[in-house]
């Protein structure tokens, strides 16, 4: 089981800007989903963006990201990172990583279905933006 710290979570005002990072640890394959999610109360927890390992490409959840936020991993440091440019109050959630074990020839990373296959997850580190 992979495991998953977050960080760099806070407050800001609508506008500003954070990047998340993920470090990861336990990996036994070249290839994986690594992914963002994010969750309010009361509301299901959705995903925002994937990253393969392995190469298979990065996805984004368009109408959450509308183009402010990008993903990016670190492969010497085993981190994912979220950059979140132009905050807004809406963005404000507990933001989560996952990761799932992915071989190649199952394609794109789950983003929207499939969440079941995220084993692991990051205990989360909460964003706040204000108005």
């Known amino acids: 089981q992979v495991e998953l710290v977050e960080s760099g979570g806070g407050s800001v005002q609508a506008g500003g800007s954070l990047r998340l990072s993920c470090v990861a640890s336990?990996?036994?394959?070249?290839?994986?989903?690594m992914a963002w999610f994010r969750q309010t109360p009361g509301k299901e927890r959705e995903g925002i963006a994937t990253?393969?390992?392995?190469?298979?490409?990065?996805?984004y959840k368009s109408d959450i990201v509308q183009g402010r936020f990008t993903i990016s991993h670190d492969n010497s440091k085993n981190t994912l990172y979220l950059q979140m440019n132009s905050l807004k109050p809406e963005d404000t959630a507990m933001y989560y990583c996952a990761a799932a074990r992915w071989p190649l020839f199952r394609g794109s990373c789950p983003l929207i279905d499939g969440i079941y296959n995220y084993l692991s997850w990051g205990q989360g580190t909460q964003v706040t933006v204000s108005s």
């Open positions: 990253f393969h390992t392995g190469g298979n490409g990065i996805t």
């Open positions: 336990g990996y036994t394959s070249n290839n994986y989903c």
